[in-house]
T-cell receptor, first 118, second 114 residues
């Protein structure tokens, strides 16, 4: 597509429920990132994918968080047994590829998925 | 370890005044450096980037930034701010080569005084 698409745009859930957040990157972009932005906070790195593999999962806050990417395209971030502290905007971004001298690391961000855990 | 520091949480400047937002980084290799802007209710937009070459880079909306390797800094500047520049500004650092994460600073919120 023309941009990075995220769904849902808003999700309200009850504590303890599982949620799935979806990201559809720009066609042809091989690198995909997930970030979390809590109210008034900066962007917290969660995970990134190069193709379908995730070389760096170091930002995932706990084992309740997981992410996958299939077909080198769509990615799903899953939060199990949600807690109130999981409330945040989850941002997805993609780039043409990582590394190299071409300057292809420029991220294009989606509009985000706002998660509210009651 | 990689890190990006934006020491100013909130800055207020008068419309028409000059602006400088600070960014310091710690990175083990030659970095790519970026500034992004997040306007109220909007997504993140790239303002400018530095990869190599001229250390003074020009971006959109009249912004520029200067890479100073000796100071590990990449400060953002604008000679004359407009009310529409009120937003959150994020500095980021990423890999020059090979696979690694792109990390962001905590952001600086810019308010414009009429």
């Amino acid at each position: 597509g023309a941009g990075v698409s995220q769904s849902p745009s808003n999700k309200v859930t009850e504590k303890g429920k599982d949620v799935e957040l979806r990201c559809d990157p720009i066609s042809g972009h091989t690198a995909l990132y997930w970030y979390r932005q809590s109210l008034g906070q900066g962007l917290e790195f969660l995970i990134y994918f190069q193709g379908n593999s995730a070389p760096d999962k170091s930002g995932l806050p706990s084992d309740r968080f997981s992410a996958e990417r299939t077909g080198g395209s769509v990615s799903t971030l899953t939060i199990q047994r949600t807690q109130q502290e999981d409330s945040a905007v989850y941002l997805c971004a993609s780039s043409l590829r990582q590394g190299g001298r071409s300057g292809a690391n420029v991220l294009t961000f989606g509009a985000g998925s706002r998660l509210t855990v009651l | 370890a990689q890190s990006v520091t934006q020491p100013d949480i909130h800055i207020t400047v008068s419309e028409g005044a000059s602006l400088e937002l600070r960014c310091n980084y710690s990175y083990g290799a030659t970095p790519y450096l970026f500034w992004y802007v997040q306007s109220p209710g909007q997504g993140l937009q790239l303002l400018l980037k530095y990869f190599s070459g001229d250390t003074l880079v020009q971006g959109i909306k009249g912004f520029e930034a200067e890479f100073k390797r000796s100071q590990s800094s990449f400060n953002l500047r604008k000679p004359s701010v407009h009310w529409s520049d009120a937003a959150e500004y994020f500095c980021a650092v990423g890999p020059y080569s090979s696979a690694s994460k792109i990390i962001f600073g905590s952001g600086t919120r810019l308010s414009i005084r009429p």
